[in-house]
């Protein structure tokens, strides 16, 4: 009987399974975004007329409803043209990135060594580090420099009050591509309000790339890093090297070192309040 059932409706169990991991992934897209909330209200909207409909059977309603129905559906992809964006941004990269050689790996312990200069040296600093999807449009925006990575340029590039200090650089290929790049501003809703805009464009260009971001505090000097939309702050010196290493020399379970770890709340939250401007 059991073996029938199973027979006669295996797939229905492979469609519910599509089904749940369309949800999911579509929960995993739109959480923590403005677009959520116009998702969760669309819902409910369906929701309520369609319990309203079956009970009480308007016909002109039901009518107007259906051609409702039509018009959203060539209205989703503009209401949420920033989330579908992103997902296809996402889908689109396969998130393969190593220093495989002893060039790049020097350059991954210069980078280091500058960063933590910056950092005791209370300059604020924006750095997105190219993978897979390229930054040409955010390098756009910014100055060129197409220079050989150094920590003097870059101590330069963000001391304050400079001509280039007051936005993100990009580096490709090991080199400086290019300084004082607008990067888009996250959207997302976060705990910490203190969170100021030098770390929501972090967070908004690691949303919209596979790029890594790094980021010195100007007001505390903590270094904090950015993949996927996800911050991590305050990591101290090692723990900063610790993380860059795993994010970039591990060669095995890619998938478990690139992801942000889950943690301490201290690391979640400071109190500074680092308003520092991308660009204006």
């Not at 995993?28 to 909330?37: E, I, K, L, M």
């Not at 920590?151 to 080199?175: C, Q, R, S, W, Y």
Request: some cysteine; hydrophobic content about 45%.
């Amino acid at each position: 009987m059991a073996w029938d059932f199973i027979k006669d409706h295996w797939k229905d169990g492979i469609e519910i399974l599509i089904l749940a991991i369309a949800i999911y992934q579509i929960y995993r897209a739109f959480r923590a975004t403005r677009g959520a909330r116009i998702l969760v209200g669309l819902v409910v909207i369906l929701v309520t007329v369609t319990l309203i409909l079956s009970q009480f059977k308007f016909q002109v309603i039901s009518w107007l409803v259906r051609g409702g129905a039509i018009l959203l559906v060539f209205a989703l992809p503009i209401i949420f043209q920033p989330e579908l964006r992103n997902a296809l941004a996402k889908l689109g990269s396969s998130r393969l990135f190593s220093f495989a050689n002893k060039s790049q790996l020097d350059f991954l312990e210069v980078f280091e060594d500058s960063v933590v200069a910056l950092s005791k040296k209370r300059i604020g600093a924006l750095f997105a580090i190219e993978r897979d999807i390229a930054l040409k449009p955010y390098e756009e925006t910014g100055v060129t420099l197409n220079a050989d990575y150094s920590p003097e340029l870059a101590m330069t590039v963000f001391f304050p009050k400079t001509p280039l200090h007051d936005g993100g650089m990009v580096i490709a290929n090991k080199k400086m591509s290019t300084a004082a790049c607008v990067f888009p501003v996250s959207q997302k809703e976060l705990a910490d309000r203190s969170i100021g805009l030098r770390h929501r464009a972090a967070i908004g260009v690691t949303e919209e790339t596979d790029c890594v971001a790094v980021i010195v505090s100007e007001e505390t000097g903590a270094i904090s890093i950015c993949m996927e939309g996800i911050l991590e702050r305050n990591l101290g010196e090692e723990k900063f090297r610790k993380r860059m290493a795993e994010i970039f020399l591990s060669n095995d379970n890619k998938d478990e070192t690139s992801a942000p770890k889950e943690l301490d709340p201290q690391d979640r939250v400071t109190a500074s309040r680092d308003r520092d401007l991308v660009s204006d």
